[in-house]
């Protein structure tokens, strides 16, 4: 089973479009186009996911449900390796989806225990399905929030009582 190794969101000009690139610890690669729309989207079903943590749920009050999210959010995002570019390209020996990246149109999410898969499907193609645990849907959601801020597409991503992500925008996770 493959094994996720480092992912990056990068903000691509010309397409007007983010880029999602997915590497795996045995070489695989998938890569996949965001638009804004889809971004608005999906940043609804994540917002869902980060609130559906067993921490968070015993919470009754909702401004402290909130607050526990951004506080694991800080954590997650603190914890995380932001510090090494994304190193994929030159150790990639398949694309299961292909060399070009898929544009998703629809978005289908399971969770069991603490891994969320998130499947992302295109009108035709294959689709590309990521297993999360819920620091890594903490990452990113940060990384989509910095990609976001990048793209200057002006969508208000909030992450538990802070509104947006307050640290620094880095483009890809160990």
Not at 41 to 50: G, N, R, S, V, Y
Not at 92 to 107: E, F, K, M, N, S
Not at 125 to 150: I, N, Q, T
Request: proline share 5%; net charge negative.
């Amino acid at each position: 089973m493959s094994r996720l190794h480092q992912f990056s969101i990068d903000f691509v000009a010309e397409e007007d479009r983010l880029l999602l690139k997915v590497s795996t610890t045995d070489g695989q690669e998938v890569r996949a186009w965001l638009t804004r729309r889809y971004v608005r989207t999906i940043w609804q079903l994540i917002a869902k996911l980060l609130e559906r943590h067993p921490e968070v749920q015993r919470q009754s009050d909702p401004a402290t449900r909130q607050a526990v999210v951004g506080y694991q959010h800080d954590k997650a995002v603190e914890a995380a390796d932001f510090s090494q570019p994304y190193q994929a390209a030159e150790a990639v020996t398949v694309r299961p989806a292909g060399d070009d990246p898929i544009l998703p149109i629809t978005l289908t999410i399971k969770t069991k225990g603490n891994m969320h898969t998130l499947t992302l499907s295109p009108e035709a193609g294959k689709e590309v399905a990521l297993g999360l645990d819920s620091d890594h849907l903490h990452s990113f959601a940060h990384l989509l929030v910095a990609a976001v801020k990048r793209a200057d597409w002006q969508l208000e991503l909030p992450i538990g009582d802070k509104g947006t992500t307050e640290h620094a925008a880095p483009e890809y996770l160990m």
